[in-house]
């Protein structure tokens, strides 16, 4: 909502330079992983997932990596456009039918 | 496409009513969600519920219950409301585990 990117670590890019954000999650038993974009007044809207059997995993000019000996997950945004200004989340689950929501980061495009 | 649809966008109540948020999907999802978004917390988990007439508590039930007695229908109540009440109200529901929850739009509620 308009409010959520209040208090949040905020990224300001470029327009046409690449993004990253990161997270770092707490439960190593966690094996399902997911970015989300919320733009202001919306709901979250997924980006794209990830299996803890896998490292890295490529979307549309997206890109999630994993590594799970530091549990730290990353999204990569190639080429940022100025409709990626969002709140990013990521979420993790360990398969108990729920997910663990960070508390996201704000992206700024500089158009 | 999956569509989560919450009833309302936009609710202001007063303290001590009682409350109905209403959440309905098309995809035959097993699994729904009552999250709550507030600023600097992220999204906390209320109740979710993995069958008909099945409920879970998650990380914040204090305040809420939740109905499902249809499939496709899930419902946030709150009994009593309270002005720490007032949040951004996101309902989700996921077809099985481990895959993406798919979110509605959010209800912003006000408690006066």
């Known amino acids: 909502g308009e409010s959520v990117g209040l208090h949040l670590p905020t990224l300001s890019v470029q327009e046409g330079d690449n993004s990253i954000i990161n997270c770092a999650y707490s439960n190593s038993a966690s094996d399902y992983f997911i970015w989300y974009k919320q733009e202001s007044g919306k709901g979250p809207q997924f980006i794209i997932d990830i299996r803890s059997n896998m490292d890295k995993r490529q979307g549309q000019r997206v890109t999630v990596l994993l590594n799970k000996t530091v549990k730290h997950l990353s999204l990569q945004i190639a080429a940022t456009q100025p409709g990626d200004s969002a709140v990013y989340f990521c979420a993790e689950s360990s398969g108990n039918n729920r997910l663990a929501f960070g508390k996201g980061n704000q992206v700024v495009v500089i158009p | 496409d999956v569509k989560v649809t919450q009833s309302s966008r936009y609710l202001v109540k007063r303290t001590g009513e009682k409350v109905f948020l209403e959440c309905v999907q098309d995809m035959d999802h097993e699994n729904m969600f009552w999250y709550r978004q507030d600023p600097g917390l992220g999204l906390r988990l209320i109740y979710f519920s993995y069958d008909v007439k099945m409920k879970e508590k998650g990380d914040i039930p204090e305040g809420y219950s939740v109905s499902r007695e249809k499939k496709e229908r899930f419902s946030l109540i709150l009994e009593s409301a309270s002005t720490n009440q007032t949040s951004m109200y996101l309902c989700?529901?996921?077809?099985?585990?481990?895959?993406?929850?798919?979110f509605g739009q959010g209800t912003r509620l006000t408690v006066v």
């Open positions: 989700a529901s996921s077809l099985n585990l481990n895959t993406e929850a798919f």
